[in-house]
């Protein structure tokens, strides 16, 4: 009996690999919001490294987190564009990979490095995300307080 040499891919994966729009001004981050916002149900929120939600969010919670993370990223990417946000579909998206203004390394990977996103907003349950950074103390008190642990 020979064993496969190809690892297969989860469909989560496939997609968080998969094709996406960057997000490039703030004006298209609005737009988003505003899309995720019109249709509420069914969205995990996920911060990569820690263990993937069980369910899909509230509307109030997703709320929430659309108002706290945007707040986040206009207050530590002091840029006059957007640039880290990513969505599969910017019209109707599934699947939005959110990148930490305090580790961006190369979000598309141009580098050969990979560097993972700090948040995803996704219809998909997501999988436990390996993070090999140390996220500081205060980037973890805030992500607990937005959860309520």
Same mark, same amino acid.
């Given at each position: 009996?020979?064993?496969?040499?190809?690892?297969?891919?989860? !469909?989560?994966?496939?997609?968080?690999?998969?094709?996406?729009?960057? &997000?490039?001004?703030?004006?298209?981050?609005?737009?988003?919001?505003?899309? &995720?916002? !019109?249709?509420?149900? #069914?969205?995990?929120?996920?911060?990569? #490294?820690?263990?993937? *939600?069980?369910? *899909?969010?509230?509307?109030?919670?997703?709320?929430?987190?659309? &108002?706290?993370? !945007?707040?986040?990223?206009?207050?530590?990417?002091?840029?006059?564009?957007?640039?880290? &946000?990513?969505?599969?579909?910017?019209?109707?998206?599934?699947?939005?990979?959110?990148?930490?203004?305090?580790?961006? #390394?190369?979000?598309?990977?141009?580098?050969?490095?990979?560097?993972?996103?700090?948040?995803?907003?996704?219809?998909?349950?997501?999988?436990?995300?390996?993070?090999?950074?140390?996220?500081?103390?205060?980037?973890?008190?805030?992500?607990?307080?937005?959860?309520?642990?």
């Amino acid at each position: 009996m020979t064993e496969s040499l190809v690892s297969t891919q989860s !469909d989560f994966q496939g997609r968080l690999t998969g094709s996406f729009s960057n &997000v490039l001004t703030w004006e298209q981050l609005a737009a988003l919001w505003a899309t &995720v916002r !019109d249709q509420p149900e #069914g969205w995990y929120i996920y911060a990569v #490294g820690e263990e993937p *939600p069980e369910g *899909p969010a509230s509307a109030s919670a997703l709320d929430r987190f659309l &108002v706290e993370i !945007d707040a986040l990223l206009h207050r530590e990417h002091r840029e006059d564009y957007c640039g880290i &946000v990513y969505a599969d579909d910017r019209s109707k998206p599934a699947f939005i990979k959110i990148f930490d203004p305090h580790n961006l #390394g190369s979000s598309c990977g141009s580098s050969g490095m990979i560097t993972l996103p700090g948040w995803l907003l996704t219809r998909m349950r997501p999988e436990l995300l390996r993070d090999p950074r140390v996220l500081p103390e205060g980037r973890k008190r805030w992500w607990r307080s937005l959860i309520g642990l």
